[in-house]
């Protein structure tokens, strides 16, 4: 079926290192986005990126729709950069309904 | 600009009781969203609508009701809340179906 998967499942990093995250799915997308949701539970949009390379500050994102992941780049972690990192995508074929699938997510927690 | 606010942001209820979410956007965006979150999972889809007076099913509708009166409200009713509706409740809107989805602040619900 339709789904999107997320790695790793849980990362724990050293200030001012650098990180991959990374997101599979399973057919076409139409949309695709990276959220970070903070440990006070919002969800902030980092990300709307259906192809291409992004980049905004110490982030940025890759996708290559045609192999069907993107990936995360956090580079010089701060503390502040620790929570859930969620990818999720609209897939293209009809039967997946007009939604956003969210990944499981990337727990992230970075040590001072 | 706001951009998506929700009221309210905590509410308890009792099995049984009913309430109504209320998701406003000042984006004018066509197409509005109501997921939820159950602890340590993605977003999941309710109910979204694509325009004013319009809404559909989506992915766990059971047990809520909506309504789209007006292009920049989306209303969010539960009728007789279960503790399977404990959850968090967030809103989202787009322009269209493929473009970026923006998030309100959710709504945490505890039903008892």
């Known amino acids: 079926g339709i789904q999107v998967e997320q790695s790793p499942p849980d990362l724990i990093l050293q200030e001012g290192a650098n990180s991959t995250l990374r997101c599979n799915f399973s057919d076409s997308v139409n949309n695709l986005q990276w959220f970070h949701q903070n440990p006070w539970g919002q969800l902030i949009n980092l990300f709307y990126i259906p192809s291409g390379t992004k980049q905004n500050g110490r982030l940025s994102a890759t996708t290559v729709a045609t192999e069907r992941y993107s990936l995360l780049y956090i580079s010089s972690s701060q503390t502040t950069d620790s929570g859930v990192y969620f990818c999720a995508v609209s897939f293209r074929i009809k039967a997946a309904g007009n939604k956003l699938t969210f990944g499981g997510g990337t727990r992230v927690l970075v040590k001072p | 600009n706001a951009g998506v606010t929700q009221t309210p942001k905590f509410r308890v209820l009792k099995t049984g009781q009913s309430m109504t979410l209320l998701c406003a956007q000042d984006m004018n965006h066509e197409y509005m969203y109501w997921y939820r979150q159950d602890p340590g999972m993605g977003l999941r889809l309710i109910h979204y609508?694509?325009?004013?007076?319009?809404?559909a099913k989506g992915e766990v509708p059971d047990g809520y009701n909506v309504s789209r009166l007006k292009k920049q409200n989306f209303l969010l009713g539960l009728e007789s809340a279960a503790p399977s509706q404990t959850s968090v409740y967030f809103c989202?809107?787009?322009?269209?179906?493929?473009?970026?989805?923006?998030f309100g602040p959710g709504t945490r619900l505890t039903v008892t």
């Open positions: 989202a809107s787009s322009y269209e179906r493929t473009n970026e989805q923006y």
């Open positions: 609508s694509v325009g004013e007076g319009t809404t």
